[in-house]
């Protein structure tokens, strides 16, 4: 099983659609989450960080879960700019992992005229 | 400001050769990070810089090497490419190692013929 794991997608919606992706993640002492967004052949740049008691960046909020482990990120009324891979990032303890991070494999969304 | 760069952008080897991938960061982060990322999959980490003076192997340090040079500069060298290192390098920096928003340079196309 991989440390981190997300919606294989891809997901094809249309402009205005509420898209939700989802991410598990195996180790029950990680401490830290983000969403990374990365366009096409482009760097990751950092979407928002995920917290326990939920965040939201307009358009865009994440929560999380640390009893059944997994994040999520919803994306309302979806704009053509939208059209992204989405990374879920964890970071592991400091004490036995320093704190490193693992990337899932990411889910591409496509946003529709 | 200039955050994360990275040269070369594009290199083309032959199997054998060896070669140096250069990193530098402006924003007086301490820790530094190499990653790379394969077609359709999330970025792994090769080798980890937590401060200036240490490096630690992350999750694919075989066939690579590493040096902290100061604490802006941490490079990545290839000693005898092999096509299996055919794939996109990112650098990255982070204020601190574990809790922090990790920064991306624009990457290094690397094709091993």
């Known amino acids: 099983r991989k440390e981190v794991e997300q919606d294989p997608g891809p997901f094809n919606v249309p402009e205005g659609a509420t898209v939700a992706f989802n991410c598990t993640y195996s180790?029950?002492?990680?401490?830290?989450f983000f969403w990374y967004r990365q366009d096409c052949r482009k760097e990751p740049k950092l979407l928002m960080s995920?917290?326990?008691s939920g965040n939201e960046d307009g358009r865009f909020t994440a929560q999380l879960n640390r009893a059944s482990q997994y994040i999520s990120l919803l994306i309302r009324d979806s704009k053509l700019s939208d059209s992204a891979t989405y990374l879920c990032?964890?970071?592991?303890?400091?004490?036995?992992?320093?704190?490193?991070?693992?990337f899932g494999d990411g889910t591409t969304l496509t946003v529709k005229p | 400001n200039a955050g994360v760069t990275q040269t070369p952008k594009f290199q083309v080897l032959k199997t054998g050769q060896s070669m140096t991938l250069q990193c530098a960061q402006d924003?007086?982060?301490?820790?530094m990070y190499w990653y790379r990322q394969d077609p359709g999959m999330g970025l792994r980490l090769i080798y980890y810089?937590?401060?200036?003076?240490?490096?630690d192997k992350g999750e694919v340090p075989n066939g690579y090497n590493v040096s902290r040079l100061n604490k802006r500069e941490f490079s990545l060298r290839l000693e005898s490419a092999a096509p299996s290192q055919t794939s996109v390098y990112f650098c990255?920096?982070?204020?601190?190692?574990?809790?922090?928003?990790?920064?991306f340079g624009p990457g290094t196309r690397l094709t091993v013929l």
């Open positions: 990255a920096s982070s204020e601190v190692t574990g809790t922090d928003t990790q920064y």
């Open positions: 180790n029950s002492a990680s401490q830290s």
């Open positions: 995920v917290y326990s």
């Open positions: 990032v964890v970071n592991g303890p400091l004490r036995t992992n320093a704190g490193k991070s693992t």
């Open positions: 924003m007086n982060h301490n820790s």
């Open positions: 810089s937590a401060s200036e003076g240490t490096t």
